[in-house]
């Protein structure tokens, strides 16, 4: 800069040549920070649109996923519908295969009588032990042949001969198991 120094309206100051080779034109260096100033401003602006237009995606994914949350629950609970219905079915039948048809307790040891009902152990060993009228003798023979011809609890037929129902003992077993995992 040559010559003396004078201020313009902006407050940058010139050289008196280069004032009087603005000619009522602006400032150049006020030009020049304007420019900056507005490229900085684009740029936050595009920075802003940016992270919005991010925002909105991320709302969007998250909108998304909430609807695949619910639908993950709604087939959650179907689900545990269908089990706990399955559940009551299964008690249902282990309540009437499961129980002994004299004390309707649960059978632990099962046992076949020779008309080929089943009964528990307790019920075939009560069944065995039921005091029968007697002459008043010590066990004379004709009640001693009564007591091996006791009647089945439901039919009344005599029980000839009994035998331990393992099947059905392993299925009561089962059906327990699974009544009682599912209970906890």
């Excluded at 280069?18 to 602006?26: A, K, M, S, V, Y």
């Excluded at 609970?77 to 048809?101: N, S, Y």
Aim: aromatic content about 4%.
């Amino acid at each position: 800069m040559d010559g003396p120094k004078m201020a313009v309206g902006c407050g940058h100051t010139y050289c008196t040549p280069c004032i009087e080779q603005l000619d009522r034109r602006p400032c150049p260096k006020l030009l020049s920070e304007l420019d900056r100033n507005a490229t900085e401003k684009q740029d936050m602006l595009c920075s802003i649109w940016k992270r919005s237009a991010n925002e909105d995606a991320l709302r969007k994914q998250l909108w998304e996923k909430d609807a695949e949350l619910k639908a993950i629950r709604a087939q959650l609970a179907e689900v545990d519908g269908q089990l706990a219905r399955q559940t009551a079915a299964i008690r249902e039948v282990t309540g009437e295969v499961g129980r002994c048809p004299a004390c309707w307790d649960h059978m632990d040891a099962p046992q076949v009588t020779g008309c080929g009902h089943t009964l528990c152990q307790e019920c075939m060993t009560k069944c065995r032990e039921e005091e029968l009228p007697c002459c008043g003798h010590t066990y004379c023979t004709p009640c001693i042949e009564q007591l091996d011809r006791r009647p089945c609890p439901v039919c009344r037929l005599v029980i000839t001969d009994t035998k331990p129902n393992f099947s059905l003992a392993e299925l009561s077993a089962r059906f327990a198991e699974v009544l009682a995992r599912h209970d906890d």
